[in-house]
C-alpha cells in the first residue's frame, strides 16, 4: 500500500535528514519571496490619500517591494537574515520530519490491520509532529522575523537581534512570542502533509516511488490548500513576532486575537490575507521543491543504507570464515601426547 511504504525504509532521522535538506534548499532558492511577504504582512496598510509620518517605507505589491527594497538596500537586502531563516528551516524541518516519522510508524505498529491511515489520522500525525517542533525551533522563527523586518540602519546580526529580543519586555519568554498561534498553526503542515498522503494514494495509488515532476505536482497542490485555510493565523503570528506597528508606540501585542482585531480596525477584514501571493508563490515552489527533493533523498539514503548492510554482511561473512579456518588449524596444531 502507498501509505505504508514509507514505513520501514530508513530510521526516523534519515527521513528528518531528507526533509530538511529538500526544505534548505527549496528556501534558499526562494528567500527573496520570504523576505517579500514577510514585510507586506507586517505593513500596516495605508488609506487612500493618507501620507505617513514614518519613515518606513510602503508596498503597493510584491513586485513594488522587490523594487524597493533593491533599491534601498542592494540586491544583498533581498537575502537579509537568510543565515537565521535557512537554520530555522533546517531545525524545523529536522524535528517535524522526525517526529512525523515516529508518530506515524507507532499508529502502524499499533494496527491490527494495516492499512493506510484516514485524512482525521494523517492530520492528527502531522499535528502532535508539528507541535514538538514548534516548542523546539520557535525561537529561531522569532529572530528570523525581526531581521527581515529591519531597516539597513537597524540591521543586526542573528546573535544580536536575539539579545534584543531577550532585553525587551518579555525577557527570554520573548523569543516564544506567537507561541499559541504557532501551535494552532501546526494544522498547516498537518493539512499540506496530509494532502500530500491522500492525493498521492487518490492520484498515483500504489506507486511508491514518484516521480519528480509528481512530487512537485502534490506538493504544490496540498501547500496552496494548507496556505488558504491557515493565512489569517499566518499574518497575526508574523505580526506577534515583529516589532509592534508605529501606531501601537512601541506597545507589543499581547496575543494573534489581538493583532487580528488590529488589522480589521485599521485595514479591514481582508487585510488579513495581506501579502497572500508571494506566501501562495513560495509555498508553491517551497513545498514542489522540498518534496521532489525530499523523495530523491529518501531514496538515496534507502540506497545508501542498502549498500552499508552488503559491506556489513559481507565483513561479517568474512570474520566468520577466518574464525572457522583459524579454529580449524588450532585443533590440527594440538600435539598428540603418549603415555
Known amino acids: 500500500m502507498a501509505a505504508q511504504s514509507k514505513v520501514a525504509p530508513l530510521p526516523p532521522w534519515g527521513f528528518a535528514v531528507a526533509g530538511s535538506t529538500g526544505a534548505v534548499l527549496a528556501n534558499a532558492l526562494v528567500y527573496p519571496l520570504d523576505i517579500v511577504k514577510t514585510r507586506l504582512q507586517v505593513q500596516v496598510k495605508r488609506k487612500p490619500g493618507e501620507s505617513s509620518e514614518h519613515t518606513d517605507p510602503h508596498y503597493a505589491s510584491t513586485w513594488d517591494a522587490i523594487t524597493k527594497i533593491a533599491a534601498e538596500d542592494g540586491i544583498k537586502g533581498l537575502y537579509a537574515g537568510m543565515s537565521g531563516a535557512l537554520l530555522g528551516v533546517a531545525s524545523t524541518n529536522f524535528a ?46 522569532v529572530v528570523t522575523t525581526r531581521q527581515q523586518t529591519q531597516s539597513k540602519a537597524d540591521r543586526k546580526g542573528l546573535i544580536d537581534t536575539a539579545r534584543e529580543v531577550i532585553h525587551s519586555e518579555d525577557g527570554v519568554f520573548g523569543l516564544w512570542r506567537g507561541l499559541k498561534a504557532s501551535l494552532v498553526l501546526v494544522v498547516n503542515p498537518a493539512i499540506t502533509y496530509g494532502a500530500y498522503e491522500r492525493l498521492k494514494g487518490v492520484m498515483f495509488p500504489g506507486k511508491a516511488r514518484l516521480t519528480a515532476a509528481e512530487a512537485f505536482l502534490l506538493g504544490a497542490m496540498s501547500k496552496s490548500l494548507a496556505t488558504i485555510a491557515t493565512q489569517p493565523l499566518i499574518v497575526a503570528k508574523v505580526g506577534l513576532q515583529s516589532k509592534p506597528p508605529p501606531q501601537r508606540q512601541g506597545k507589543p501585542f499581547k496575543g494573534f486575537i489581538e493583532v487580528m482585531q488590529f488589522i480589521v480596525k485599521h485595514e479591514g477584514l481582508m487585510s488579513l490575507f495581506k501579502g497572500i501571493g508571494p506566501q501562495i508563490v513560495k509555498g508553491l515552489l517551497v513545498q514542489g521543491l522540498l518534496m521532489m527533493t525530499k523523495e530523491r533523498m529518501e531514496l538515496l539514503f534507502i540506497l545508501l543504507f542498502r549498500y552499508v548492510r552488503k559491506l556489513r554482511s559481507e565483513q561479517l561473512a568474512k570474520a566468520a570464515a577466518l574464525a572457522a579456518a583459524t579454529a580449524s588449524k588450532a585443533k590440527l596444531a594440538v600435539p598428540i601426547t603418549t603415555k
Open 96 to 141: 517535524y520530519f522526525y517526529w512525523y516519522s515516529v508518530v506515524r510508524e507507532l499508529y502502524f505498529k499499533s494496527q491490527k490491520v494495516p492499512a493506510p491511515p484516514s485524512t482525521a489520522v494523517e492530520l492528527v500525525l502531522g499535528a502532535v509532529a508539528g507541535a514538538v517542533a514548534q516548542l523546539c525551533t520557535i525561537p529561531v522563527a
